[in-house]
């Protein structure tokens, strides 16, 4: 089995920002500690992120026929970003939502997905452990 996972706008900042809310680590360290979980189980990764909506959507475009799947923190663009709900819809790559936070319970416009409609689910609010979660929903 072979994933995409894919980080959207800001999570570049990972580690810098709102640390409080999203954690000291990187996302280079959360990402090297993901590859090194899909090694132990068997499944090879491959992340990318950008603050980029175009590029985003490249990706998923793109992950059709290469990956079984893939894990989506689009950051802000959950809350709006048609173009990435679109891409999706448009793959026959099963998507699963993910946030480090637990969006329900912060500002109201966080509390609204245009994404999850068309994404196989949703996991949020267990920090890095959401990826690692989400990456187990594609072995069940």
């Known amino acids: 089995m072979k994933l ?12 810098k920002r709102e640390q409080d809310v999203y954690g000291g680590e ?11 979980y899909a ?5 090879g990764i491959d992340c990318f992120q950008s603050n980029s909506e175009g590029e985003l959507c490249s990706q998923i475009h793109g992950a059709e026929g290469q990956y079984d ?4 923190n689009a950051g802000a663009y959950t809350h709006y970003s048609l173009a990435l709900r679109d891409a999706i ?11 480090m ?5 912060r500002e109201e416009f966080r509390k609204k997905s245009v994404l999850t409609e068309v994404c196989k ?3 949020l609010g267990f920090g890095k452990n959401s990826y690692l979660l989400a990456m ?5």
């Open 39 to 43: 090694e132990q189980h068997g499944y």
């Open 136 to 140: 187990e929903s594609f072995r069940l």
């Open 26 to 36: 990187t996302l280079e360290e959360i990402n090297a500690q993901l590859q090194a």
């Open 121 to 123: 689910g949703e996991i």
């Open 89 to 99: 819809a448009a793959v026959k790559v099963p998507v699963v939502e993910v946030h």
């Open 101 to 105: 936070s637990n969006v329900h319970a």
């Open 4 to 15: 995409l996972i894919l980080n959207g706008v800001n999570l570049n900042l990972t580690g």
């Open 69 to 72: 799947g893939i894990v989506l």
